[in-house]
């Protein structure tokens, strides 16, 4: 045998064991150019991956063999293979990667830059760019519906969300929101989308059938600095949780009501929001503590703090 490839064989053998283990949580440390890799049934960090400048947004391919990483100091998207837990490539993105996501298919990436008022589209076979598009100012949010028909990105200085037809590649309506809106998240059926704003403390619904704002729910606390930031719905989609950044806050949105039901004390600046696929556990990446949060969802009360890198942003949870 070529004792070269043993370690590649072993390698793989591993990862294919992996899959009927534990899913894993991937955290984006932005100051500190890693990543940290949490077993989520454990809840114990099991390895930290070095990746390029000022990792941020962060994603998984459908099959998570591969991550994606928003590398805004690259102006690229860093590609970082799970089995060997390995940047293997950085793809070219447009200037200052903000964050993007992944189709449904796996086949697409569209991520917001920042700094050019655009997205990009990348072909994830070969890393090519294969379209530009105008969006609102200063792009920052990006969500893919489920059925990978249309995509939101979110616009700090306009308020704004463009909503992109994925088959036309072009905007096709420009929703007004909140102010400096942040992230979106659809709901698992793909009817409504909610939006945080920054600025304005609230969270924006959206009927994605006629893209029009149909709600708009405050997210306040007496003696809190409330500025939403990430969002997730419950696989159920009774649920939307959403990070309030300075507040450090988790807030419970209950979507039959559109109202808070609830806040959960958590860590320092907390960016980035993940949910396992049953919907039990929810992880908060917390800039500024440098940790991650876990909520049981269930009782809504944190079960565990898992120390991270330097600024954890972004979470992605393998299915």
Do not use: C
């Not at 949910?275 to 909520?295: E, H, M, Q, R």
């Amino acid at each position: 045998m070529n004792y070269l490839i043993v370690p590649i064989i072993l390698a793989y053998l591993t990862f294919f064991t992996d899959l009927t283990a534990n899913p894993l949580a991937y955290v984006s440390n932005e100051r500190s150019n890693s990543v940290t890799v949490i077993d989520t049934k454990t809840d114990k960090v099991v390895d930290t991956i070095a990746v390029g400048n000022r990792p941020r947004g962060i994603g998984l391919s459908p099959d998570g063999r591969i991550l994606y990483l928003a590398l805004g100091r690259d102006n690229a998207i860093g590609v970082v293979d799970t089995v060997t837990r390995k940047q293997i490539d950085a793809i070219s993105a447009g200037s200052d990667p903000e964050a993007f996501s992944v189709s449904p298919d796996g086949n697409r990436l569209y991520v917001s830059n920042e700094d050019a008022n655009t997205a990009s589209v990348i072909d994830t076979q070969t890393h090519q760019i294969i379209a530009v598009i105008p969006v609102g100012i200063e792009p920052e949010g990006v969500a893919v519906s489920p059925n990978g028909m249309t995509v939101y990105v979110t616009a700090e200085t306009t308020h704004t969300v463009s909503v992109i037809d994925t088959i036309a590649l072009k905007v096709i309506s420009t929703i007004l929101v909140g102010s400096r809106p942040r992230a979106a998240a659809f709901t698992p059926d793909g009817k409504q989308a909610y939006i945080t704003s920054e600025i304005g403390s609230v969270v924006s619904v959206i009927d994605t059938k006629t893209n029009k704002v149909i709600d708009s729910i405050k997210i306040e606390k007496k003696d809190k600095q409330i500025k939403p930031m990430g969002v997730i719905v419950s696989p159920d989609g009774k649920h939307v949780y959403v990070a309030t950044g300075r507040g450090n806050l988790v807030a419970i949105i209950d979507t039959s009501t559109n109202t808070v039901i609830s806040y959960i004390p958590v860590g320092m600046r907390v960016w980035g929001v993940a949910l396992t696929t049953d919907g039990k556990k929810l992880y908060t990446a917390n800039g500024i503590s440098n940790d991650v949060s876990v909520i049981n969802t269930e009782t809504e009360k944190v079960v565990a703090t898992i120390s991270t890198g330097k600024g954890p942003w972004g979470i992605a949870i393998e299915k």
